[in-house]
């Protein structure tokens, strides 16, 4: 019997294990996960042609989960989860700060963090009803990523028990924990689950036959830009990239992951093709456009409603093929512009199919962007470009929230989740921190 058994080898997993290898206490640790290996990580859609893989994509599944993408770390409270609602702001800082130390100690450190604060943006941003969101990034890209996961997957496999490939059919509490899997049957004392978003059904599966019922779950959808190189220098002279919100009446909307010099790349993720965006880090990025997404959440009462909504607007758009639909501004807005000599049209780094926002995207996300762009154009004070092009939709998707006390364990005693599929941690900083944190909870090193 193990002392701890984790389901799922994502970011969450990893720190978690990291922090109960660290401990003076001697801890028996299996991680179990549906993916391969970190090496054997690979798909035909990271190489720009289709899916390849038999069973569960790994360009999703597998040691390092998500992390083995782009693997940006943002080290704030303002965004990405509610980590600081739950433990405290000043402790969520510090172990987001130990996280960071950890990355650097597996060779993170080759990428130089960067800030985005900037206090005189912050004042003119509010006089135009914007907010300016900051943190402290070390974005580490895709390659480097994979190198510091890779360092640390080394450093833990003599250490800690790994089982890849794993379809966990039921688990069954009596004097601990029974795992039954299509690689046998495993016996815990304790289990976690961080399964991440990647794994909702199956989390919603063993949820139910627990005794375990989630409550209400969140849901970005949002409007894709790409827009002029230079547009926004006035407000990145002294920051990569910036973060703005916009309350209106019956929205909130806060941009993310913007890309200077980046490009528009499709995104596969639950069966639906979206816009996403990569930055100038990454390999052979052509192109100086600036892009982002403008999300807008919205809250459905079960995680089903929310995976309906996504697929009825984004499937709609989809039509059963790999279709992105993208609009100019000017075409969206239907304004005249001025003509300016020697202007060239901005040039899409994503092939998509021209269409109608209007008719393909709920009105709520063409009207909080065209509301955003109007502050934009006064915080920079100039006119958006006409030929700004907008993508056809991007989302981020959340786990339902289950109950879990400030231990981050459920009503099922020593069963725990962390992470994404905790509903607290929308970010890989965050959800690295809540594995620490869960981490000194599960021995005698906890955080006062």
């Known amino acids: 019997m193990y002392n701890i058994t984790i389901i ?137 990523a994979q190198k510091v996961f890779q360092n640390m997957y080394e450093a833990m496999k003599n250490t800690i028990t790994f089982t890849f490939e794993v379809d966990v059919s039921s688990i069954q509490i009596c004097s601990g924990f029974t795992i039954y899997t299509n690689k046998g049957t495993f016996t815990s004392e304790k289990i976690v689950f961080a399964t991440g978003t990647s794994g909702s059904q199956w ?76 930055n100038k880090g990454e390999k052979d990025i052509p192109g100086q456009n600036l892009n982002f997404t403008l999300f807008v959440p919205q809250y459905f009462d079960s995680h089903g409603a929310a995976m309906k909504e996504a697929e009825t607007i984004i499937g709609r758009i989809n039509r059963n093929r790999n279709r992105i639909v993208v609009q100019r501004l000017a075409d969206l807005t239907r304004k005249k512009f001025s003509i300016r000599q020697g202007a060239s049209p901005i040039s899409p780094s994503l092939q998509a199919e021209f269409g109608s926002l209007h008719d393909e995207v709920p009105e709520l996300y063409t009207r909080a962007l065209l509301d955003f762009f109007e502050a934009l154009e006064g915080l920079l004070e100039e006119d958006i470009d006409p030929d700004t092009l907008l993508y056809g939709i991007d989302a981020k998707f959340y786990e339902p929230k289950l109950y879990t006390n400030e231990q981050f364990e459920t009503q099922v005693p020593g069963l725990y989740l962390v992470g994404d599929c905790s509903g607290e941690t929308h970010s890989l900083s965050q959800a690295a921190a809540s594995g620490l944190y869960l981490g000194s909870n599960l021995t005698k090193s906890q955080d006062e």
């Open 8 to 144: 799922g080898a994502g970011v969450s997993s990893i720190f978690l294990a990291y922090s109960l290898m660290k401990s003076d206490e001697e801890i028996s640790i299996h991680i179990i996960d549906k993916g391969k290996k970190l090496e054997e990580r690979v798909c035909g859609l990271d190489e720009g042609r289709n899916c390849t893989c038999e069973e569960g994509c790994s360009k999703y599944l597998g040691f390092a989960g998500l992390g083995k993408s782009e693997g940006k770390f943002n080290y704030t409270n303002d965004f990405g989860g509610e980590l600081g609602r739950k433990i405290g702001h000043e402790r969520t800082l510090r172990y987001m700060e130990e996280v960071d130390d950890i990355l650097c100690r597996f060779g993170g450190g080759k990428a130089e963090p960067y800030n985005t604060e900037n206090k005189s943006l912050v004042e003119k941003a509010a006089r135009h009803s914007l907010q300016v969101l900051s943190t402290r990034v070390r974005h580490l890209g895709t390659e480097l």
């Open 203 to 278: 989390l919603k599966r063993q949820s139910h036959s627990i005794g375990l019922y989630p409550g209400k779950t969140r849901l970005d959808l949002g409007i894709r830009v790409e827009m002029r190189g230079n547009q926004l220098d006035s407000i990145l002279r002294e920051t990569f990239e910036t973060k703005l919100m916009l309350k209106g009446s019956d929205y909130t909307a806060t941009t993310y992951c913007m890309n200077p010099k980046g490009r528009i790349i499709r995104k596969f993720q639950n069966g639906l093709v979206m816009p996403d965006g990569q």
